[in-house]
């Protein structure tokens, strides 16, 4: 019971969260779809089944239904009920179904649970969440709204954008922020939650605040026009209302100023009337006729007075008093069937005809439908009284008395309205007319008959019409809503929304990688910590063995001293409890009948405890010792107390604190109980593996000790004793070997027999000098004892370190009689020490010194320097394209040439410099400070580089086949201008760069202008990349004109207009561009921007021959090059003939075969190529017959002085003749004299550009008449 109420409280609260957020989306719905540019809803639907699965379905769909019924909600009548709530169900089918693929798609391709911290899920994951998948109820909701009839077919794509787009901002803002929030999203996300939704929250209000203050504004003004639209249209209408009223005023005074009036007389008087006025269906003269005169009228005029019956069918009037019949009427030609028609007898006037005539003012009466009207058309008509001449008219009677006939005008409403509409300029409105409650017209609309109404602008205004009020309502029409709105606020939303979306997107991504970074740090730090752990306990280990072995060894000592064995024992028992606080040791004895144990040694153990075991009788279950050397096994108990073992001691164990008892029996070499080493604890224990091992140990070494003393037989003490681990050697005072034990054996590789009676120098490894064994025997001779570390020789060879320790053995006489020497072999030990050494301060792969230990002699060399007052140099190494070779042929052969360089270098250097590798295929080498000067010391550094350099150009042997490579070198000399070891390897890093800049496989030392430069070219390069996003980059032309001067082309030129610092030279940021890969994205813009000037051009009439573009190297070698170009023509509709590449002769010659293949698909699609700056170049004349060339652009540089240096002439004249003779145009640039342009007319050239005729002059200042010769361009344009 309780999870179906929290089922239905979590689906109850999605599902009003869902319709808040739908409630707010519908705030900003744009008409005609009623789609929001923002859905938050759509985020709360994909985070509520991400966090809580299916089961939060119902909930979606119960949201989705009140939110979209709520936006489309018309209870009008019952089918329009109907159409909302189908449109509420269908829409909120898209809503749930779109969420599902949503979460589908994400668990699909980022993961479940995913805590998004790779840049790529959070791409995905917002991409998959968002515009992927709200296609769905895009898709569903506005094909659903067509074909309901609700928006027309114009709106559907626009309006499938708008919810696309307002679906896929709800997800990527409000899906990470609903995450971040909720209590089942993991620590990582409330983390992420100061970062990312606090500054998007932020953001978000200000996007709103700042739409709906654009929407107040645009909201007032379409409000104005409407008004203002209302108002012209109103004045108009009720000026052409008026009017009708004047003229049935004028057609009154008519009759009123002449007794009778012929008919021709009446149609010659209205006939200009109805001229003037087209709205005026009629206007008629309609007499009183009494019952006498009817019978005349038909007997002398046959003029026949007839009615309309219910039905509306004419017949003769009927016998009354009086008639109203319609005599007169113009124009008769479509009116001619109203003649004779008797007005009274329609009731709709006849309350109308009483109040004209009782009040002498005109009526109109309400709409009816004239007899003449054989359609339903619907007309008004406006009567006024005639009175007899002169009559007195105080009364109604005497009016009733004195009234003569009727004058009147039809009137067609919709006639009226038609001109009037149509003389009121840009009115786009609709409007309604109502007379007393009755509708009078209603604009015809556009919109289906179901559509919903978006207008809320409305206003309602009277006019008067004789006696009548008509109430004229006014509302905005479509048109007037598709003229009027501006999407400015739309677009203001709509990018305030994209930042917002995009800032989250940022937000989660550096937020991922801190995470990342973070995680990468923690793994790093636990990988540190294992490292230092196994270190320290691997020291901890060996710093123990070194206990225990100069344990062993001072008891070894004390035995060939000749120490008592109680002194022994207790020697053993203490240094086992120093090395292990925790443990108390007791050593027992058993007695020569093999029954008893007595007291060893038990320094620690109570006094009263160890004298009542002294004496046990060893046996089953007699405590552990008692087993243990009963069983000759080791005995454990974990817990006295409770052991069995234990029972009988109960009473004495209950006054100590002993709790735990290992026991080893002490075996003899002959596998006879000696005794037993047990190890007491003051709390219950357990021992693992290595404790056994080392009780065993110590009861081993109990057992040397034992039997050396028991055993006075030199053979015996040798067998003994030298079952050690360690190697032992005797030999006599003059140093003959006696006797060695089986480790000496397994150490040194001699044999017993091959050692014994030779001299120890057959171990000398010849790496100690004569002087070191003089100290030894010193220390001997003084101390009686030595020890240290020895390297010696294996029988095989092999040399190797040892620890060794050797003591003077005196006699009776204080007389040395033996020397012996115990020693291990500790080759692993110094292996250990020196990988870790290895690890922290050299390469792995190069065994060169890594950056650490650069440092730490860097910063000691700059220390001696200025102690010394010497200099010394610094190399920063680059290898140049290593890249592409790492690429190419793998890293394996990339690590092959590092390793090649390393050894060159190593070879070239003293001792006392040093070369390291800081990562990848970067190198450095630091020359000792040994420099007098600071002269010499550059001298020095530049001869050592030089020889680097030429020894890195000899070819490396890779995979068999000989391959070259140069290097770019920095030098940095230190102590120089500063003496920071950082500062000096920034400063030659610097310096490399600036050899790469000057062609690489250079040298380059270090000048603080270099620093000053570099600091320059990245302030560069980061306003080049926000000046391409702010547009910042414009194109200039400069005009290419014939031999006569009339302009046929222009060259495009790039120039940047920087906000602050003016406008920047192209020299001064192409370079950054071409290092920064920004060119391509550059180079991209140029060719659209080109292109669309081209038909900008064309459509002013300005029509140029071709518009020529420079197209850098890395561009060109863009493997979609040619497909970027026609691209560009097709998107600005340009053909391509009015486009011409230029290339530079490096570029063209950089890969041939691609070149010419490029080069061929663009001269296919008809564009012109130049090779620009030609004869500056290596072009050969082989390659540049297969290039399917237009054009050759002769370089400034020779066109400068052609005049006045004859090596320029003689090439200029060269380079024509050759493009003449090979079918080629020539173009000159850089022609700024009357003389250059004379000497090049005169050797054949027919195109020129250059500042003679015009600098780069913006596009609209490049003004070109039909006969196109260049006309007053501005010169101050120039760049």
Request: net charge neutral; with cysteine; charged share 20%.
């Amino acid at each position: 019971m309780q999870i179906r109420i929290q089922f239905l409280i979590l689906n109850l609260t999605y599902a009003l969260a869902y319709f808040a957020g739908g409630y707010f989306g519908t705030l900003l719905a744009a008409p005609p779809s009623n789609a929001s540019p923002i859905w938050p809803a759509a985020g709360i639907a994909l985070a509520g089944i991400l966090l809580h699965g299916k089961k939060l379905i119902p909930g979606i769909f119960l949201g989705a239904f009140a939110a979209q019924v709520y936006a489309f909600q018309d209870f009008s009548s019952f089918d329009k009920g109907f159409v909302s709530v189908m449109v509420g169900l269908i829409a909120a089918f898209g809503s749930c179904l779109q969420a599902l693929l949503g979460v589908t798609l994400i668990k699909r391709f980022v993961g479940e649970h995913d805590p998004l911290v790779e840049d790529k899920k959070i791409l995905r994951f917002l991409l998959l969440g968002g515009p992927v998948s709200c296609t769905v109820s895009a898709s569903i909701g506005i094909a659903m709204l067509y074909f309901r009839n609700i928006i027309v077919a114009d709106d559907v794509w626009v309006g499938w954008g708008i919810w696309w787009v307002g679906d896929s901002i709800g997800v990527t803002i409000f899906t990470p922020l609903l995450l971040l929030f909720s209590p089942r999203s993991g620590g990582f996300w409330k983390v992420r939650r100061n970062f990312i939704a606090y500054p998007l929250l932020a953001l978000l209000i200000i996007v709103m605040a700042a739409f709906q203050y654009s929407q107040m504004f645009e909201q007032d003004r379409v409000a104005g026009k409407f008004q203002r639209q209302v108002a012209r249209l109103h004045g108009a209408l009720q000026e052409e209302v008026s009017g009708h009223v004047e003229i049935i005023e004028v057609l009154k005074s008519l009759f009123d100023s002449s007794k009778h009036i012929e008919r021709h007389e009446f149609a010659h008087f209205t006939r200009p009337i109805l001229a003037r006025y087209k709205s005026i269906q009629a206007l008629s003269w309609i007499p009183a006729i009494s019952a006498g005169e009817r019978i005349r009228l038909q007997t002398e005029e046959r003029f026949l007075i007839y009615e309309q019956d219910e039905q509306q069918n004419l017949h003769a009037a009927g016998q009354r008093d009086s008639y109203f019949p319609i005599y007169y009427v113009a124009p008769e030609e479509s009116n001619g069937r109203a003649l004779g028609f008797d007005i009274n007898s329609n009731p709709g006037v006849r309350q109308t005809l009483r109040q004209v005539i009782d009040s002498g003012e005109a009526r109109a009466t309400p709409r009816i439908k004239l007899v003449q009207d054989r359609q339903v058309k619907h007309s008004i008509v406006i009567y006024a009284p005639v009175y007899q001449k002169n009559a007195p008219l105080e009364s109604v009677a005497q009016k009733r008395r004195f009234f003569t006939g009727f004058v009147a005008c039809a009137i067609r409403i919709e006639d009226i309205l038609t001109k009037v509409i149509s003389q009121v300029a840009d009115v786009e409105l609709v409007l309604t007319i109502n007379d007393d409650g009755r509708l009078l017209y209603s604009s015809p609309t556009r919109e289906p008959e179901n559509r919903l109404s978006f207008s809320n602008l409305e206003q309602g205004l009277p006019i008067h019409l004789a006696g009548h009020t008509w109430q004229v309502r006014y509302r905005a029409s479509r048109d007037f809503y598709s003229s009027q709105q501006s999407w400015a606020t739309w677009w203001l939303l709509l990018g305030g929304l994209m930042l917002t979306s995009l800032t989250g997107l940022g937000l989660m991504l550096l937020t991922g990688r801190a995470a990342r970074v973070e995680e990468l740090v923690n793994i790093k730090t636990r990988d540190l910590e294992c490292v230092n752990q196994h270190l320290n306990q691997e020291m901890a280990k060996r710093h123990k063995l070194q206990i225990e072995q100069g344990s062993r060894t001072r008891v070894l000592e004390q035995l060939a001293k000749g120490d008592s064995l109680n002194h022994v024992l207790q020697r053993i028992a203490l240094d086992v409890e120093q090395q292990h606080s925790d443990m108390l040791c007791s050593i027992l004895l058993l007695d020569s009948n093999k029954r008893c144990l007595y007291n060893g040694a038990s320094p620690s153990l109570p006094a009263f405890y160890v004298k009542a075991i002294d004496g046990i009788v060893i046996g089953e279950g007699v405590g552990a010792c008692g087993t243990a050397a009963y069983r000759k096994q080791t005995v454990i108990v974990e817990d006295i107390l409770k052991h069995p073992f234990w029972r009988e001691f109960n009473s004495l164990l209950s006054q100590t604190e002993l709790r735990a008892c290992w026991s080893e029996p002490v075996i003899s070499s002959k596998n006879n109980v000696l005794g037993t080493f047990a190890i007491y604890y003051r709390q219950p224990q357990a021992p693992n593996a290595e404790d056994l091992a080392f009780i065993k140990r110590m009861a081993q070494l109990v057992a040397i000790a034992i039997e050396w003393k028991n055993n006075e037989s030199e053979q015996r003490i040798a067998a003994t004793t030298f079952q050690s681990h360690e190697a032992i050697v005797v030999t006599d005072r003059e140093g003959t070997i006696l006797r060695v034990n089986e480790a000496f054996s397994n150490i040194t590789g001699y044999s017993e027999s091959e050692a014994v009676g030779q001299n120890p120098r057959i171990l000398s490894s010849g790496h100690h000098e004569p002087s070191f064994y003089r100290q030894m025997f010193k220390t001997l001779k003084h101390e009686g004892r030595w020890q240290g570390e020895i390297w010696n020789r294996r029988k095989n060879g092999e040399v190797y370190p040892e620890w060794m320790m050797v003591t003077a053995v005196k006699n009776e006489d204080d007389i040395v009689s033996h020397y012996v020497a115990i020693f291990s072999d500790i080759t692993e030990k110094k292996a250990a020490e020196k990988e870790i050494h290895d690890l922290a301060f050299y390469d792995p792969l190069t065994g060169l010194p890594n950056r650490r230990l650069l440092l730490d002699r860097l910063k000691h060399e700059i220390v001696s320097a200025k102690r010394h007052r010497y200099f010394g140099a610094l190399f920063f190494l680059d290898l140049d394209h290593f890249k592409r070779l790492n690429d190419s042929m793998g890293h394996q052969v990339g690590d092959e040439l590092l390793i090649q360089v390393s050894q060159r270098i190593n070879k070239l250097l003293r001792e006392e410099d040093t070369a390291c590798r800081l990562g990848g295929d970067e190198f450095i080498v630091l020359v000792s400070a040994h420099s007098l000067s600071l002269a010499q010391a550059t001298d020095q550094a530049a001869d050592l580089a030089e020889r680097i350099r030429e020894t890195i150009n000899q070819p490396f042997s890779l995979l068999g086949s000989p391959h070259h490579f140069s290097t770019s070198i920095g030098i940095s000399i230190y102590p120089d201008s500063t003496d920071q070891p950082g500062a000096v390897i920034q400063q030659a890093d610097t310096a490399m760069y600036r050899a790469k800049e000057m062609g690489r496989n250079g040298i380059s030392f270090f000048r603080p202008s270099m620093q000053e430069q570099a600091d320059r070219r990245l302030i560069l390069e980061k306003e080049m990349r926000h000046a391409i996003e702010r547009g910042e980059f414009v194109l200039f032309y400069q005009p290419q004109v014939d031999r006569l001067g009339e302009v046929i082309s222009a060259e495009a030129l790039i120039r940047w207009r920087h906000p602050e610092k003016g406008m920047i030279s192209p020299a001064e940021f192409i370079p950054v561009a071409e290092e920064t890969q920004l060119i391509l994205l550059v180079g991209q813009w140029v060719l659209k921007e080109a292109c669309r000037q081209i038909k900008c051009w064309d459509e002013q009439g300005k029509v140029l021959d071709h518009v020529a573009v420079n197209v850098s190297s890395r561009q060109f070698r863009q493997t979609d090059f040619v497909e970027q170009v026609e691209k560009a023509l097709a998107d600005a509709g340009v053909s391509a003939k009015r486009l011409m590449i230029e290339l530079t002769e490096g570029c063209v010659i950089e890969n041939i075969e691609d070149t010419i293949e490029k080069m061929r698909a663009l001269k296919n699609m008809g564009i012109e190529i130049s090779i620009d700056d030609f004869g500056t170049g290596y072009s050969s004349l082989s390659y540049l017959k297969q290039l399917p060339l237009s054009q050759l652009k002769i370089d400034q540089s020779f066109v400068r002085d052609i005049v006045s240096d004859l090596n320029d002439a003689v090439i200029v004249e060269t380079i024509i003749n050759m493009a003449k003779n090979m079918g080629l145009n020539v173009i000159a640039e850089g022609v700024e004299t009357q003389a250059q342009m004379d000497f090049l007319q005169d050797k054949g050239c027919r195109n020129f550009q250059g500042y003679f005729f015009s600098p780069p002059v913006a596009a609209d200042r490049l003004m070109i008449q039909s006969h196109r010769r260049l006309v007053a361009a501005s010169l101050q344009d120039e760049p």
